[in-house]
């Protein structure tokens, strides 16, 4: 079992062609024995959004505080506190800060899409 702080991991900046204003820390992983899921969280200054993309794997997301929209294909969809987004294999998706304080969001990835996407930054254990 792993209890831990979210702050004990430090944040990254989110460094993918089209993000602007985005960091992500990696609270659990594979690395942490978890064998088939990611948990992220990310954090989206105002203005910022993460890249308009499509993968072929699910995520799903819970807003843990800010507003914003996500895009749905061409879309824009309002999302504020308490939301959970499901994003389905092949959708195109961006979150996108409208609000004046950080969107903070978790975003759960099966382990394979998270080690492929991002460089497994050390823990601060």
């Known amino acids: 079992m792993k209890i831990q702080n979210f702050e004990a991991n ?3 900046p989110v460094e993918m062609e089209g993000v602007t204003g985005c960091q992500v820390r990696q609270l659990i992983n594979d690395s942490d024995g978890a064998p088939n899921f990611a948990m ?3 954090e989206v200054a105002p203005g910022g959004h993460t890249p308009e993309h499509s ?3 699910e995520h799903e ?7 914003g929209e996500v895009l749905e294909g ?6 504020q506190t308490g939301d959970a987004v499901f994003v ?8 996108r800060n409208t609000g004046d304080q950080p969107l903070k969001f978790l975003c759960l ?4 899409a998270n080690n492929a996407q991002f460089a497994k ?3 601060d254990q």
């Open 121 to 123: 930054p050390e823990c």
């Open 40 to 42: 992220r969280q990310f």
């Open 88 to 95: 389905a294999p092949g959708e195109v998706h961006q979150f």
């Open 109 to 112: 990835v099966p382990n394979a």
């Open 55 to 57: 993968h072929p794997y």
């Open 74 to 79: 061409e879309t824009p969809r309002p999302i």
């Open 10 to 12: 430090s944040a990254t």
């Open 61 to 67: 997301v819970f807003i843990i505080s800010g507003s």
